[in-house]
């Protein structure tokens, strides 16, 4: 069975600090990755997603995420957070021959950006 | 992109009771899908819910649990059924925009069974 580890439940960061959330999965096939936020009070909604090409992929708000496959890591990064960042942050995991995504979450990870 | 409501936002219950929760898309989708997500823990896909077919439920998750229906391209619900205290959690509906190639969720159902 698939499984997503985030190993970073809760990280505190001062603003325009970098910030690097980890997310390594386990499945060896075809895998389409994301990356959800949920900022306090509203849905979860996506910030990006891999499903093949370059393995650097740009999202919403100046995120990116990097795709290793070696690894089984698809890591966020943000060269310098906000304020409005502060949110709970979710990588997820399809394996690409479902047919449709039938999503494997991680645990999350909480950032608190303090202004 | 969709846009997804639910009903109840939120409902304390006491234990042995069911709650039906509804989740209404703006527009017509194939895939509709029900999470899980307890205190703490990540989201958990309880079942996949298709339209004209039963829905198709995840190891751990049973229909007698988690009766739910599909009438339409629109609408599903989901109910809680015999609720104990371990039912706490919030329940999401989502649905796949084939087009967007990513889910859409809803802001969720907290319930509390006391």
């Known amino acids: 069975a698939q499984s997503v580890s985030q190993h970073n439940h809760h990280v505190i960061l001062s603003e325009a600090a970098s910030l690097e959330l980890g997310c390594n999965y386990s499945?060896?096939?075809?895998?389409?990755l994301f990356w959800y936020v949920q900022y306090p009070g509203q849905h979860l909604q996506l910030l990006l997603k891999?499903?093949?090409?370059?393995?650097l992929v740009k999202g919403i708000k100046g995120f990116e995420a990097e795709f290793i496959k070696s690894k089984f890591s698809f890591n966020l990064r943000k060269p310098s957070v906000q304020w409005s960042d502060t949110a709970e942050y979710f990588c997820?995991?399809?394996?690409?021959?479902?047919?449709?995504?039938?999503?494997?979450f991680g645990t999350g990870t909480r950032l608190l950006v303090s202004p | 992109s969709a846009v997804i409501s639910q009903k109840p936002s939120r409902d304390i219950c006491q234990r042995g009771t069911s709650l039906t929760i509804q989740c209404q898309v703006d527009?017509?989708?194939?895939?509709m899908f029900w999470y899980r997500q307890q205190p703490g823990q990540s989201l958990t896909l309880i079942a996949t819910?298709?339209?004209?077919?039963?829905?198709?439920?995840e190891s751990g998750f049973v229909i007698d649990k988690f009766p739910i229906s599909r009438p339409n391209l629109t609408f599903s619900t989901l109910t809680v059924s015999n609720m104990s205290p371990e039912d706490s959690s919030i329940y999401l509906c989502?649905?796949?925009?084939?087009?967007?190639?990513?889910?859409?969720f809803g802001p969720g159902t907290r319930l509390t069974v006391l």
């Open positions: 989502s649905v796949e925009a084939a087009a967007y190639n990513e889910q859409f």
């Open positions: 499945y060896g096939g075809t895998v389409n």
């Open positions: 891999y499903f093949s090409g370059d393995p």
């Open positions: 997820a995991v399809n394996a690409g021959n479902t047919g449709f995504q039938k999503l494997v």
């Open positions: 527009s017509q989708v194939t895939m």
């Open positions: 819910a298709n339209q004209g077919s039963e829905a198709t439920y």
